[in-house]
Nanobody, 119 residues
Framework: VQLQASGGGLVQAGGSLRLSCAAS????????MGWYRQAPGKQRELVAS????????NYADSVKGRFTISRDNAKNTVYLQMNSLKPEDTAVYYC?????????????WGQGTQVTVSS
């Protein structure tokens, strides 16, 4: 599976960005796609995810009400609309593509896109 992420950049606090991640080359349908982020010196954390069939979203408490995740199954693409950005949202954002295998879940990761929010 190849994951091509785009949309990161530099924005002032209070601004907006939209991340996109397109998946290709997979013969396995994902059960969920999502976004994680990792700030310097911190562990990677879930930002938001969305299930493939029901489209149910899940958000980290820190982004609820500000970020919206969506997906286009026909395009195998997931989006993250980020509004009211804060300096603490600064991180490298990674796209995640999760499939089910006999032993459980397996995750594919994109290359990461930098989001920098200036105060």
């Amino acid at each position: 599976v190849q994951l091509q992420a785009s949309g990161g950049g530099l924005v002032q606090a209070g601004g907006s960005l939209r991340l996109s991640c397109a998946a290709s080359g997979s013969s396995f349908r994902s059960v969920a796609m999502g976004w994680y982020r990792q700030a310097p010196g911190k562990q990677r954390e879930l930002v938001a995810s969305i299930t493939a069939i029901s489209g149910s979203p899940n958000y980290a408490d820190s982004v609820k009400g500000r970020f919206t995740i969506s997906r286009d199954n026909a395009k195998n693409t997931v989006y993250l609309q980020m509004n009211s950005l804060k300096p603490e949202d600064t991180a490298v954002y990674y796209c995640n593509y999760r499939i089910l295998v006999p032993s459980g879940a397996f995750d594919y990761w994109g290359q990461g896109t930098q989001v920098t929010v200036s105060s």
